[in-house]
């Protein structure tokens, strides 16, 4: 899975943002171990705009997150909403320590998630990945008795991944749906006073963006519909989720245009108008500046993966 930074601002770490190849299930894990690290190796200080979970099989090292360095316990699971800081990390941080990682975009929980940013509004899995920015990640603590089912459930899903068999999209997200319920049932108390009380504008925001993506929409325009200014809007949201307003608006539409190229045959311009970009040159720029490729390039790649992964599931290849 391609990862783009975006380099540290005056008031921001650099930030990383997933890109899925076309085709490719927006889900990756990874291990969490000091093995394979150069012994002087580093990481920086740094976030990521789309949600994550990080669970310790073992006791050992420290994690630095927000303003607070956690050393790791068994059974320490750490919740990694898009914005959280994650502080920087040496080789020796890790050390004995053995723990898995995944990382995933909203995509990847179908195509009734409307986006990464407002997912957590329509799909209660991802409630408690709303936070963002210097608090942190959330701590949870997996009960001892659990704990052989959620190593195994994330082997699994690295399986599955790293194999990709017949059937393994469903598979990876059926591990990552029953990754994500326990999540929840073990966030329920946190949730409950985000849900209703610590998020209100973000709430707002997102609803603005939600019911206006598909015409002209701007940063004055949120402002104005939650009656606040633009400039300490722009502060706000990026503090808590790591990304500006504008942000979110293009990431919406480009969900949106990512579904339409896939899943219908509209032309390229249509496609463009339905998510806001009644200018096809501009939603081809935009499309390409997020992407990487054009979207009839994107659809081509999408359209060539689904025929090869078919040929292959029945023993046919390419000559």
């Not at 970009?277 to 990487?292: E, M, Q």
């Amino acid at each position: 899975m391609r990862t783009v930074r975006t380099a540290a601002g005056r008031d921001r770490p650099a930030t990383y943002s997933m890109v899925p190849a076309p085709g490719e299930l927006p889900v990756a894990t990874w291990r969490l171990e000091q093995h394979g690290w150069d012994t002087n190796g580093s990481f920086e200080e740094h976030a990521h705009d789309f949600p994550g979970l990080a669970y310790f099989q073992s006791t050992g090292g420290r994690l630095r997150t927000g303003r607070q360095t956690w050393p790791i316990e068994v059974g320490d699971l750490f919740v990694v909403a898009p914005g959280d800081v994650m502080g920087h990390m040496n080789a020796g941080d890790l050390a004995g320590v053995q723990g898995s990682g995944v990382f995933f975009t909203a995509d990847a929980l179908g195509p009734d998630v409307p986006g990464a940013h407002l997912a957590w509004r329509t799909h209660p899995l991802l409630f408690p990945f709303v936070r963002g920015g210097a608090i942190g990640a959330l701590r949870l603590r997996v009960p001892k008795p659990d704990r052989p089912e959620w190593t195994a459930r994330l082997q699994a899903l690295h399986d599955e991944l790293a194999q990709r068999r017949d059937g393994y999209r469903e598979a990876a997200l059926a591990h990552l749906v029953l990754l994500l319920v326990g999540v929840s049932r073990l966030a329920a108390d946190v949730v409950g006073d985000l849900r209703e009380n610590r998020e209100p504008l973000l709430a707002e925001v997102f609803e603005v963006i939600e019911q206006q993506y598909p015409q002209p929409l701007s940063l004055r325009d949120v402002a104005a519909a939650v009656n606040i200014s633009p400039g300490h809007l722009t502060s706000r949201v990026r503090q808590r989720t790591g990304r500006t307003v504008q942000e979110w608006i293009i990431e919406r539409r480009m969900v949106q245009a990512r579904r339409l190229l896939a899943a219908t045959e509209l032309p390229i311009s249509a496609v463009g108008r339905e998510v806001g970009f009644p200018d096809a040159s501009y939603f081809a720029r935009t499309f390409g500046k997020v992407h990487g490729m054009s979207p009839a390039q994107w659809r081509r790649a999408g359209t060539d993966t689904t025929t090869s992964r078919h040929n292959q599931n029945f023993g046919y290849r390419r000559r």
